[in-house]
């Protein structure tokens, strides 16, 4: 099994001493596995998409489609402090775990939920939590928590699906802080239009992609393949673009190899982390 690179107390010691950098210009992000990031920002902190437990591995241990963890656990949620907002894109338990949220919310009190509001009442069925609790928001729509601003730009699980009220089911997040522009697309494949909407939204600093791609085989939802995020961080002009969602279940994961070929060939820059690991990015024109 993959061990990450920073695990528990060495993360978490790594974690607050980023929290104590102040300079705007400035911006911390660690890769948790999976589609989870935490982002530090002038002592403030976000958390993407964490999923942080063994609840999946446990519920398809009996079935044909076990999902057997590659990488071990970088934290355990309640390890985690001083979070002020996480989110979920969509429904699917690694992007909205109950055993992750419940724990992180207990260690972080003021943790704010930031979901789709077409899934509002999936997740508190789930959560079993007050129905005020999650900020729900649909393509367009911004919440503020602390200095984050968390703006919902539609992302295709494998389609553009939307609920009854035309809400959408999957969404990705682009979150300003300061002059930072951090994009998490969710789970996506691209889309007509999509290179477009990221092109206003921007310019995107930082983007966080999926890799694993598509296989019918697998008999889950796509996403992007490494060529693919490559090629859009790269048509939508975003700075530095992060892989993820691989190397966390057997049956769906990815060699990065294929994501790093396509940005060298593009000249995009990028960056591949180890689960654990935490990257430091000077914002242009700030000083080093």
């Not at 999509?194 to 999926?210: N, S, Y």
Request: charged letters at 25%; one cysteine or more; a negative charge.
């Amino acid at each position: 099994m993959i061990r990450p690179v920073q695990q528990h107390e060495a993360l978490l010691d790594d974690i607050e001493a980023a929290g104590r950098e102040t300079d705007p210009d400035v911006a911390q992000v660690w890769w948790l596995g999976q589609s989870g990031f935490l982002m530090s920002w002038c002592g403030h902190r976000l958390l993407f998409d964490p999923y942080l437990s063994d609840s999946l591995t446990r519920k398809y241990a009996d079935t044909d489609k076990p999902h057997v963890r590659m990488t071990e656990l970088a934290v355990l949620p309640g390890m985690l402090r001083d979070i002020e907002v996480t989110t979920s894109t969509h429904n699917h338990t690694d992007h909205l775990d109950a055993e992750t949220l419940l724990p992180l919310r207990d260690a972080c009190p003021g943790l704010q939920l930031v979901l789709p509001e077409a899934n509002r009442a999936f997740a508190v069925d789930r959560l079993g939590c007050a129905a005020d609790w999650p900020t729900g928001i649909d393509a367009g729509e911004s919440a503020s928590v602390g200095p984050f601003e968390i703006i919902g730009v539609p992302a295709a699980h494998e389609e553009l699906d939307v609920d009854a009220n035309g809400r959408h089911l999957y969404l990705g997040y682009v979150v300003r802080a300061g002059d930072w522009v951090i994009y998490h697309s969710g789970d996506t494949l691209r889309y007509d239009g999509m290179v477009e909407r990221l092109k206003e939204a921007g310019p995107i600093d930082i983007g966080l992609l999926p890799i694993n791609g598509r296989r019918p085989e697998r008999r889950v939802a796509g996403n992007l393949s490494g060529e693919e995020a490559a090629a859009l961080a790269h048509e939508a002009g975003m700075g530095t673009v992060i892989p993820c969602h691989y190397e966390m279940f057997e049956f769906n994961t990815a060699d990065p190899g294929e994501f790093v070929r396509a940005c060298r060939r593009l000249g995009q820059d990028h960056r591949v982390l180890q689960c654990g690991e935490g990257a430091r990015f000077l914002h242009p024109g700030g000083q080093a």
